[in-house]
């Protein structure tokens, strides 16, 4: 079974400029997360998806991240305009689906980013 | 307080020891429990999920303690390959996977 895929797995960019990440969950799997995990610290929960729909987006600093899943399987995440503090790894996940007891959540490789 | 706190370490220890991890919660509303294993610039893996009454897998024991709030996991018999930093993750839904919480982990470095 494929598992999540993520692109690119890794990005520099100067600051205050633009950037985009994309996932793509594993086949059937209706939540979607997007991590960052900045270096030394665990992966904060950045914005969930249920299908296409947004279930918690409360950690999303949405003056500079947005995220989408149009049609309820793959997603980007965008940053613009990026700042030297968003260096960190940004991970996605995905599990069938909510409301199941102790369900795992599988983690794609990452997107590394540099901010310079 | 932080949501999720582990002592980062790291952790030196001699192969075939036993090691344990504790790790406190915050949020007495938590409803599921899980360990998960990051190898270095690897993406986080479910270890295992931790039970009210306890679970053990293979050399791997974790416990929960809601009345104190913490989680714990045990490894006898360590080996090389369980060098990893291990993360202790909670929700706050019964739903499992839903608002996942993850501590900053902690670093086990197992030497020959």
């Known amino acids: ?87 960190a790894v940004y991970l996605c996940a995905s599990t069938l689906a909510r409301g199941f007891m102790n369900t795992e959540a599988f983690f794609g490789q990452g997107t590394r980013l540099t901010v310079v | 307080r932080k949501e999720v706190e582990q002592d980062p370490g790291p952790f030196n220890v001699p192969e075939g020891a036993t090691v344990a991890f504790n790790c406190t919660y915050s949020n007495s509303a938590s409803q599921s429990f899980f360990w998960y294993r990051q190898d270095c610039r690897k993406e986080p893996k479910l270890l295992m999920s931790v039970y009210s009454s306890g679970n053990e897998d293979g050399r791997f024991t974790a416990q929960l303690n809601r009345a104190s709030q913490y989680i714990s996991l045990l490894i006898r018999d360590s080996k090389l390959s369980d060098s990893a930093t291990y993360l202790c993750v909670v929700s706050p839904s019964g739903g499992g996977a839903d608002g996942l919480t993850f501590g900053k982990g902690t670093h086990l470095i197992i030497q020959p």
């Open chain 1, 1 to 87: 079974e494929a598992g999540v895929a993520q692109s690119p797995r890794y990005k520099i960019i100067e600051k205050r400029q633009s950037v985009a990440f994309w996932c793509n969950p594993i086949s059937g799997h209706a939540t979607l997360y997007w991590y960052q995990q900045i270096l030394g610290q665990g992966p904060k929960l950045l914005i969930q998806f249920q299908n296409n729909g947004v279930v918690d987006d409360s950690q999303l600093p949405k003056d500079r991240f947005s995220a989408e899943r149009l049609k309820g399987v793959d997603s980007t995440l965008k940053i613009q305009p990026a700042k030297l503090e968003d260096s």
